[in-house]
Each structure stands twice: as structure tokens, then as C-alpha cells.
């Protein structure tokens, strides 16, 4: 009981400092491009700041079990009844967040889209069909992503992006949507969209656990539960990749996605007048060096340089 008491006045502290803008600012570094950095000392444990998605996606084999919009759980007791044709809405408040593209989602026959995808275990064609219905409803714009950093793409890459797109494109021309509604629908814009989807994406794991234990775990590994679909955010998008991480990414029972300091870190680096950098771990931490540089290198197309890469740990 006193455990659970204090556990619960340090999650009250934790929220009371997340008051106000976030401690954090994106800023160039030296050598990645854009990175985040804590504008003042940060404790260990301390919430940064949550972020939602831009788009969302549920993985593709539980569409009836996550909902639609936050990717939350469906209850055990919910039963497989309630969600009727086109995917599970956990409350009212998800299922109006998605009225507009997910009736326009519904006016479609994805079986041919649909049916590509599955048989080769693609996932992130999903979340450009998600974006491009929600471009037609008005609920996001073309160029959302555009912001984000693209992948570099193989040929062989960019010839299956073609055929996805083309299935795509004719799924919504079939449909009866006036090359008004659908002109931003190119092969440029499905292969740019994609390209910033595959290295941002974020596959949403989560915790099965208690806020309090996201509080007190030390580790960046905390179990969780398997993935329930994928995500792309903003803000979180723009940290960088270390091996051993001073930030955490976690999900606690839904998308909506929370960045915690795993170690005190100080405003400001000796000679450097930028705040010590903010870095998460891409990959699973406890793979070795080797595993670690082979999935990024293909994964994320960089070769990891980090202090724990540099020691051969
Ligand atoms: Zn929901
Ligand atoms: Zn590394």
C-alpha cells in the first residue's frame, strides 16, 4: 500500500511537471540531421510530453479486436459482436474522430487492395489507404508527411509501389470518386507518402502493465504485449536513434504515445551550446551489435555510431 502511494505521488509529480510546454525543442545536431533537446535538466522518470498519431492503422489481422482509431484493446467481455462491418470503435469519441474517411473508406471495394497486401504480409499500404481516404474527407492534407524523412527506396521497391497504387488509385475510380476529390492521388505522392511511412512508422506495442510501472522501470525494455498496429507521429518522429537511449517511447493502453526520460540529463553539454540530445531506441536494445547494425543499416538505412556501437557492446 505505501508503495502504491508513493508510486502514485511520484506519477501526480511527474504529470505536474509535464505542465506547460514540454521541456524539449527540435533543433539541428551535428551529424543526424535534425534531433531533440531538453531545454532544461530533466529527472529520470519524467514525462516529456504524449503525442497522437497522424495516422494510425491496426495491424491488419486484428481489425476487429483494436480500434479502428487509437488502437486500443477490445475488452474480452465486448465479445466479437459489436463491431460490425469495417472495424471495432473502442467510444463514440473515436468513432467521430473517424466519421468522415471511414465512410469514405466504406463507399470503396478494397478486396483487390486488400487481398495484395495480405498475401505478401504488407502492412504500411494500409496506413497511405487510411491517409488517402482521409485526404478525401478533409480530416488531413496531402502533404502531412511531407515533413518527415523520406526512406531511400530500391528499384525493385518502387516497382511494387507502383502496383500498389495503381490497385489504390482503381479501388477509388471504381468507386465514383470525381478526379476532383482524388487528384492528389499520384504515383508521386502514394511513393512519398510511403517513403516517409516505412522509416517512421512506429509499430505500437502496448504495455500490459500500469502507468506506475512506465514510472518506475529502469529498463527501455519494458514486456509488452505484441504489436496492435502501427503509427506515425510528429514530434517523435524527430528523435534520434541511440543502442543505449536516455528516452523511452511507450504506450500505455492506446496510440497516443508517451516519451519518458529513462536517466537524469543535463540542459547543456560542456562547450556545446545545444542541450544534451534526446535519443530513443529504433530496435529491440537487447540484441547484440551485430543484430543491432544489420536492422538498421536495412531497416533504417544508417549505420549506428553510438557510444555502446563504438565499444562493441
Ligand atoms: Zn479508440
Ligand atoms: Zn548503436
Same mark, same amino acid.
Given at each position: 500500500?505505501?508503495?502504491?502511494?508513493?508510486?502514485l505521488?511520484?506519477?501526480?509529480?511527474?504529470?505536474?511537471?509535464? #505542465?506547460?510546454p514540454?521541456?524539449?525543442?527540435?533543433?539541428?545536431t551535428?551529424?543526424?540531421g535534425?534531433?531533440?533537446?531538453?531545454? #532544461?535538466?530533466?529527472?529520470?522518470?519524467?514525462?516529456?510530453?504524449?503525442?497522437?498519431?497522424?495516422?494510425?492503422?491496426?495491424?491488419?489481422?486484428?481489425?476487429?479486436?483494436?480500434?479502428?482509431?487509437c488502437?486500443?484493446?477490445?475488452?474480452?467481455?465486448?465479445?466479437?459482436?459489436?463491431?460490425?462491418?469495417?472495424?471495432?470503435?473502442?467510444?463514440?469519441a473515436?468513432?467521430?474522430?473517424?466519421?468522415?474517411?471511414?465512410?469514405?473508406?466504406?463507399?470503396v471495394?478494397?478486396?483487390?487492395?486488400?487481398?495484395?497486401?495480405?498475401?505478401?504480409?504488407?502492412?504500411?499500404p494500409?496506413?497511405?489507404?487510411r491517409?488517402?481516404?482521409?485526404?478525401?474527407?478533409?480530416?488531413?492534407?496531402?502533404?502531412?508527411?511531407?515533413?518527415?524523412?523520406?526512406?531511400?527506396?530500391?528499384?525493385?521497391?518502387?516497382?511494387?509501389?507502383?502496383?500498389?497504387?495503381?490497385?489504390?488509385e482503381?479501388?477509388?475510380?471504381?468507386?465514383?470518386?470525381?478526379?476532383?476529390?482524388?487528384?492528389?492521388?499520384?504515383?508521386?505522392?502514394?511513393?512519398?507518402?510511403?517513403? #516517409?511511412i516505412?522509416i517512421?512508422?512506429?509499430?505500437?506495442?502496448?504495455?500490459?502493465?500500469?502507468?506506475e510501472?512506465?514510472?518506475?522501470?529502469?529498463?527501455?525494455?519494458?514486456?509488452?504485449?505484441?504489436?496492435?498496429?502501427?503509427?506515425?507521429?510528429?514530434?517523435?518522429?524527430?528523435?534520434?536513434?541511440?543502442?543505449?537511449?536516455?528516452?523511452?517511447?511507450?504506450?500505455?493502453?492506446?496510440?497516443?504515445?508517451?516519451?519518458?526520460?529513462?536517466?537524469?540529463?543535463?540542459?547543456?553539454?560542456?562547450?556545446?551550446?545545444?542541450?544534451?540530445?534526446?535519443?530513443?531506441?529504433?530496435i529491440?536494445?537487447?540484441?547484440?551489435?551485430?543484430?543491432?547494425?544489420?536492422?538498421?543499416?536495412?531497416?533504417f538505412?544508417f549505420?549506428?555510431?553510438?557510444?555502446?556501437?563504438?565499444s562493441?557492446?
Amino acid at each position: 500500500m505505501f508503495l502504491l502511494r508513493r508510486l502514485l505521488s511520484s506519477a501526480a509529480a511527474a504529470a505536474g511537471a509535464s #505542465r506547460g510546454p514540454p521541456p524539449i525543442r527540435v533543433a539541428l545536431t551535428e551529424s543526424s540531421g535534425r534531433g531533440v533537446f531538453a531545454t #532544461r535538466p530533466v529527472a529520470a522518470g519524467e514525462l516529456l510530453h504524449s503525442a497522437e498519431p497522424l495516422v494510425s492503422h491496426p495491424a491488419p489481422s486484428l481489425l476487429h479486436e483494436v480500434c479502428y482509431i487509437c488502437l486500443r484493446r477490445k475488452a474480452a467481455k465486448e465479445g466479437r459482436g459489436s463491431s460490425g462491418g469495417g472495424g471495432y470503435f473502442c467510444s463514440d469519441a473515436c468513432r467521430e474522430h473517424a466519421k468522415g474517411f471511414h465512410d469514405v473508406g466504406k463507399r470503396v471495394d478494397w478486396s483487390l487492395f486488400d487481398e495484395h497486401c495480405s498475401s505478401r504480409g504488407l502492412k504500411y499500404p494500409y496506413m497511405a489507404k487510411r491517409l488517402a481516404c482521409m485526404v478525401i474527407s478533409g480530416a488531413a492534407s496531402a502533404d502531412c508527411l511531407n515533413i518527415l524523412q523520406p526512406a531511400r527506396l530500391h528499384q525493385g521497391t518502387l516497382i511494387e509501389m507502383e502496383e500498389e497504387f495503381l490497385l489504390l488509385e482503381s479501388a477509388f475510380r471504381k468507386a465514383g470518386f470525381q478526379e476532383e476529390v482524388r487528384k492528389f492521388l499520384t504515383k508521386e505522392w502514394y511513393i512519398n507518402v510511403l517513403a #516517409r511511412i516505412r522509416i517512421n512508422a512506429f509499430r505500437v506495442e502496448l504495455i500490459a502493465s500500469s502507468y506506475e510501472d512506465l514510472l518506475t522501470s529502469a529498463a527501455a525494455s519494458v514486456s509488452c504485449d505484441a504489436s496492435v498496429g502501427n503509427a506515425v507521429y510528429m514530434l517523435p518522429s524527430f528523435y534520434n536513434h541511440d543502442c543505449d537511449p536516455n528516452t523511452h517511447i511507450v504506450w500505455l493502453e492506446n496510440a497516443n504515445v508517451k516519451l519518458k526520460a529513462l536517466r537524469d540529463i543535463e540542459e547543456g553539454m560542456e562547450k556545446c551550446s545545444l542541450s544534451e540530445e534526446l535519443r530513443i531506441c529504433y530496435i529491440d536494445t537487447s540484441m547484440d551489435v551485430h543484430a543491432r547494425q544489420k536492422i538498421l543499416e536495412d531497416g533504417f538505412g544508417f549505420q549506428c555510431r553510438c557510444l555502446r556501437c563504438l565499444s562493441g557492446d
